[in-house]
């Protein structure tokens, strides 16, 4: 049996022909989709290429800082300049050819691993990186020379196109200079506050003999010299004090006797203190504290120096005919930092008291260095207003040795509120 295969009608396409054409469209779309994502392949690797010589250049430029990557092993791919200057090693003698490991000291490694628990060598090294997603802490770095370099090191992860974990990255700064001369000058306050206070307290003390010397009674001129000598003193024994506390918070030895203390007690002994100063200069003092008395655990003597620092300072920045007001309350303390008046879930229940002034202010690119030991605003400065820029760092220490937190808010020209929060204590 024959087949017979139906011609098209004359004026019709052959369907073959349709079918090739179609085809045809086809093979041309997806050519030029090819070559579309070709183009687009190749910028994007001129991109790329682009990219890596720019960081490359940037990581090269950089020659006070030590830039080293390393992969997950801790072998080292990315050696920069100033690490070729602060360890005394070039390029070609480091990459993929010596780890990181071998640039620290194995002690220093060894007591880092036994205090986080973890295993010697890198694991030590990238334990706290590992756990927090960055670190920043001081390492010693051990030089070519075999000279030791002490080493501010930030490290951080480091991921491959894939975001899959590639190794490791140690940023570093030679900070060696810097902690030498900051030991140095704690030494130095250190032995000069004891050589001062010796002499300092004899000094005191003989003049109170002769001041209250009822057989050898002076001249009212010779008391008010005399009184004069007294007070500068015991302001001079103040500072003494002031630099000896400090030298023992960065030495580590700052201890506190804890002991249920009622705050508004302290917050009023701190207006006594400074009520007199006050009148004198024209400033009002304002107290707002519970009758009831709003007890914390701590140590007595360190919150009324606190308490002390925050008011005086109130009243020494505040012009005459301003105002310093103490208020002292009950509030509730968020997981995430923020207080309140009311409680809240989660929160727990704090003393909180405000020292607030209408004096002449912070500037605000200045407030974050307020609690810095020996830094006075420019504010102060203009005014001529006395200090050596230790009370606020002593109070900033003292609040954190107690669990608590300081804060500031001010504006030049219109005044400034310090804020102290601390724990209550348990019934």
């Known amino acids: 049996m024959t ?42 690797t001129r991109m790329l290429a682009a990219r890596a010589e720019t960081m490359t250049s940037v990581i090269d430029a950089v020659t006070e800082q030590s830039i080293i990557g390393t992969d997950v092993d801790g072998v080292i791919r990315v050696w920069n300049p100033g690490a070729e200057k602060m360890l005394g ?20 490694l ?3 691993a036994e205090s986080c628990g973890s ?28 000279s030791h370099r002490t080493v501010s090191v930030a490290i951080t992860p480091r991921t491959d196109d894939d975001g899959a974990h590639a190794g490791w990255n140690f940023v570093g700064t030679d900070m060696t200079e810097a902690r030498a001369t900051e030991r140095m000058k704690d030494q130095f306050v250190s032995l000069i506050s004891h050589e001062l206070r010796t002499p300092l307290t004899s000094i005191l003390g003989y003049l109170e003999l002769v001041l209250e010397d009822d057989e050898q ?11 004069t000598v007294e007070r500068n003193a015991d302001r001079l024994l103040r500072l003494v004090g002031d630099l000896l506390f400090t030298a023992q918070v960065d030495a580590g030895r700052f201890s506190l006797e804890p002991h249920d203390v009622d705050l508004a007690g302290v917050v009023r002994a701190a207006e006594e203190t400074a009520r007199v100063g006050a009148a004198a200069a024209g400033v009002e003092i304002v107290v707002d504290v519970p009758g009831s ?37 009950r509030a509730w303390a968020a997981p995430d930092g923020t207080t309140s008046t009311d409680p809240r879930p989660g929160a727990v229940p704090v003393a909180r008291l405000a020292v607030s002034d209408t004096g002449i202010g912070i500037p605000t690119g200045e407030q974050g260095k307020m609690f810095t030991r020996f830094f006075r605003a420019s504010t102060a400065q203009r005014n001529a207003v006395p200090g050596v820029g230790l009370g606020l760092a002593i109070t900033k220490a ?5 669990g608590g937190t300081l804060d500031l808010v001010s504006a030049e020209g219109e005044g400034t509120t310090f804020t102290l929060t601390l724990p209550l204590a348990t019934a």
């Open 217 to 227: 009674p002076l001249t009212e001129e010779q008391r008010k010299y005399l009184t």
């Open 398 to 402: 003292i609040t954190t040795a107690h």
């Open 119 to 146: 295993a010697p060598g890198l694991a030590a090294l990238v334990h706290a990186a590992q756990e927090h997603g960055s670190d920043v802490r001081d390492w010693t770095y051990v030089a070519a020379d075999g």
């Open 3 to 44: 087949t017979v295969v139906p011609r098209p009608r004359a004026g019709q396409p052959d369907r073959r022909d349709v079918e090739l054409a179609r085809l045809r469209e086809e093979n041309a779309a997806l050519l030029s989709q090819v070559q579309r994502r070709a183009d687009e392949l190749d910028v994007a």
């Open 293 to 329: 008395g709003l007890v914390v655990p701590g140590d007595a003597v360190r919150l009324g120096q606190a308490c002390d620092n925050l008011v005086s300072n109130a009243v020494k920045f505040t012009p005459a005919g301003g105002r310093v007001t103490l208020s002292l309350h």
């Open 110 to 112: 060894e007591a880092q």
């Open 89 to 108: 090693l070039p390029r070609p003698d480091v990459v993929r050819k010596r780890s990181i490991v071998e640039f620290h000291v194995a002690e220093e």
